[in-house]
């Protein structure tokens, strides 16, 4: 195997430095589309609530009327 020069040793731990980088920024990449699923799903619920909420006013109204 031949000798490995100084060159080849600063190009290896620049591309390792660059492949962490960029294994991290995928992970954080996947971590804000999951928190934008979970928010979706957290806006829906809040909608079903008041949507529950409005009929229960409702029928309260029209029972005390």
Do not use: P
């Not at 609530?49 to 005390?64: E, G, H, S």
């Amino acid at each position: 195997m031949a000798r490995k020069n100084r060159f080849t040793r600063v190009a290896v731990r620049i591309g390792s430095a660059i492949g962490r980088a960029d294994r991290t920024a995928h992970k954080v990449a996947k971590a804000g589309v999951l928190a934008k699923r979970e928010l979706e799903d957290i806006s829906k619920q809040v909608e079903a609530l008041k949507r529950q909420l409005q009929k229960t006013t409702k029928r309260l109204k029209r029972a005390l009327a």
